[in-house]
Antibody
């Protein structure tokens, strides 16, 4: 059974940092491109960024609002995807989902990040 | 960054047919935008219905279909069921990013 489990969300002050994790099981993470998607409370989905598989270069792309502040990384040996979020703003408050980029077929349940003073 | 547009809301009668569309601020949507369609119900994660314009996931009900229509991506629901009431999002691919539309709230009434 495929599972993606996000963790690491919580309350953080503006300007602070947080690292989210996405633990993957049921498929081989090393072969997969992975994506982070977020959803502000009561709002629509927003693509945050993606990371290619190591065999495809392991490079990353980001949406304009998070470029330079967020970093996606992966540890295939731990079957875990990460999202490092720095210089957080109130508008980053959202549920953050990880999903498999190829087909967007598998999603986690999401983890809530609240940026507030 | 490109802007992807969807109808904010649509209503369909049970058993009826409705088409949701997805446009791009950069021009006509083509197969090179690899359009995706997602369904999201309250409190749940999204799930993919359509990928690469018209391909269905194994769990996608046959009543959903995807296409390109008049320069936009389209999701057609034929024979709407009460359980199809949900928010629907499209996603388009650009050179180094993907962009979601604002979503269409579909009411089955």
């Amino acid at each position: 059974e495929v599972q993606l489990v996000e963790s690491g969300g919580g309350l953080v002050k503006p300007g602070g940092s947080l690292r989210l994790s996405c633990a993957v099981s049921g498929f081989t993470l090393s072969n997969a491109w992975m994506t982070w998607v977020r959803q502000a409370p009561g709002k629509g989905l927003e693509w945050v960024g993606r990371i290619r598989s190591k065999t495809d270069g392991g490079t990353t792309d980001y949406a304009a609002p998070v470029k330079g502040r967020f970093t996606i990384s992966r540890d295939d040996s731990k079957n875990t995807l990460y999202l490092q979020m720095n210089s957080l703003k109130t508008e980053d408050t959202a549920i953050y989902y990880c999903c498999r980029a190829g087909g967007f077929d598998y999603w986690g349940q999401g983890t809530l990040v609240t940026v507030s003073s | 960054q490109a802007v992807v547009t969807q109808e904010p809301s649509l209503t369909v009668s049970p058993g009826g047919t409705v088409t949701l569309t997805c446009g791009s601020s950069t021009g006509a949507v083509t197969s090179s935008h690899y359009p995706y369609w997602f369904q999201q119900k309250p409190g749940q994660a999204p799930r993919t219905l359509i990928y690469d314009t018209s391909n269905k996931q194994s769990w996608t009900p046959a009543r959903f279909s995807g296409s390109l229509l008049g320069g936009k991506a389209a999701l057609t629901l034929s024979g709407a069921q009460p359980e199809d009431e949900a928010e629907y999002y499209c996603l388009l691919s650009y050179s180094d990013a993907r962009v979601f539309g604002g979503g269409t709230k579909l009411t089955v009434l």
